[in-house]
């Protein structure tokens, strides 16, 4: 072969294999589970590079329509990161708030610090009538991964965002008009009207992200990891009162809580709660298990959700969070 003939060969080979590669992405990106859009749901999160998290932009840049009115009028409003996010979503919570007369809107987000639960609440102005907190540990001050790009570079943050909202209704039709195609990568919705997560159903077809899917088969026990967090509590508690300030509720209106994980931090939810005067809220549930060391398994987030639950209910009845139908939203004040 003479030399043009081989660069000329090398050439093809190495553009089939960026076309292959290239391929490869969009095909991962498109077998995303698509089943959240039929439950008025959007694509929170994929696992594909091509696309990831959209949830922490699409809420910050009001890109759905729909957050900000369904944040401002919340009566019982949840700011965390993924751990009170994933429990509360899996564990039913969205249907009890709405079967009881609660409007409530969860505003977990995936790697979030109270730094950026600061900023969301200067964003959105809620006026809730509950907020709920996980201390486990959120009141870092700080912002997670996923939030820097949007105040480093705004501009490209809403555009790469809008992208992604684009690219969902490709998606969608893709998926109904090749349904075998997709459910096979790992991804989740949120729901367009409480915020909960909407995760598939236990499956066997997915095949990207396996061992981050709530219902994998692993199982790690909580509180079996030490707790060298305790030098840290002070600066927590700090945190904690900046955000709070920001919402005009009484502290007994303020709940505190902490999500079980192989690192449980019960105590870090007592000493930010009695520092703050808030009602805290910490289930005693035995048994419980994570699914990858941080995340409660579906059956875990269920009973201790109940449990959470049960105990929040006086709360709500007392700080007036039901609505103005249930004859509840005056009650406590």
Known sequence: MTLPSYCAASILLFLGLMGAFKSIEIGTELSCWAGGYSMDAWLAYCNSKRYGVYDVEAVWHRIESEVASRI?????????????????????????FAAHGYPAYFLGLPTAESGFGERLIDNFHPHPR????DASPYFTGDFGAFERGIFEDPAASRAAVAALAAFQAR????????????????????????????????????????????NDDRRFPVGKMRNELSPLYPKYLEAARRLVSKVNLPPRCIVITNVPAEQDLPDLAEYVGQGLGATVIVPRVQGLATFDRAHLTPESSTRWSQAFLAELEPVLHECGAGDDSTGRSNEGL
Request: hydrophobic residues 45%.
């Open 130 to 133: 509950v907020l709920i907190l």
């Open 72 to 96: 401002e009028s919340a009566r019982v409003l949840t700011l965390s990161d993924s751990h009170l996010q994933s429990a509360l979503s899996l564990g039913g919570a969205g249907a009890w």
């Open 171 to 214: 998606h969608h039709d893709f998926c109904e008009s090749f349904p075998w195609a997709c459910g096979h990568t790992f991804a989740y919705f949120r729901s367009r009207v409480d915020g909960h997560w909407i995760f598939p159903a236990p499956s066997n077809d997915i095949w990207i992200g396996a061992n981050d899917v709530p």
